[in-house]
Nanobody
Framework: QVQLDESGGGLVQAGGSLRLSCAAS????????MGWFRQTPGKEREFVAA?????????YYADSVKGRFTISRDNAKNTVYLQMNSLKPEDTAAYYC?????????????????WGQGTQVTVSS
């Protein structure tokens, strides 16, 4: 079992920055692919970014956040981060941390086994 606990959400003006953190329980954090997803009311959960555990930091991003968001992980601290810069009102959503075994990432949220409770990010115009 893996438990995920997100933090760092909040209200920010457009153009601002936030950093989300996701602390994971368990001793095998480095064997999990970690992902960030987001969801707004009435819409499906959307892939944002993923970081592979074993491959020394290989990362993947949705086109909508590429160049603005950075995912990183600290395997020694069992924590994954999402640095969000140049935020836009359309980035407003509940952001969720997710984990899956192995070193393959997917954009489909159903492929992830563990989820955090979510943290709200609101970007004002």
């Amino acid at each position: 079992q893996v438990q995920l606990d997100e933090s760092g959400g909040g209200l920010v003006q457009a153009g601002g920055s936030l950093r989300l953190s996701c602390a994971a329980s368990g001793r095998t954090f480095s064997t999990y692919t970690m992902g960030w997803f987001r969801q707004t009311p009435g819409k499906e959960r959307e892939f944002v970014a993923a970081a592979i555990g074993w491959s020394g930091g290989t990362t993947y991003y949705a086109d909508s956040v590429k160049g603005r968001f950075t995912i990183s992980r600290d395997n020694a601290k069992n924590t994954v981060y999402l640095q969000m810069n140049s935020l836009k009102p359309e980035d407003t959503a509940a952001y969720y941390c997710a984990a899956k075994m192995g070193n393959t990432y997917y954009t489909n949220p159903s492929r992830y086994n563990y989820w955090g409770q979510g943290t709200q990010v609101t970007v004002s115009s």
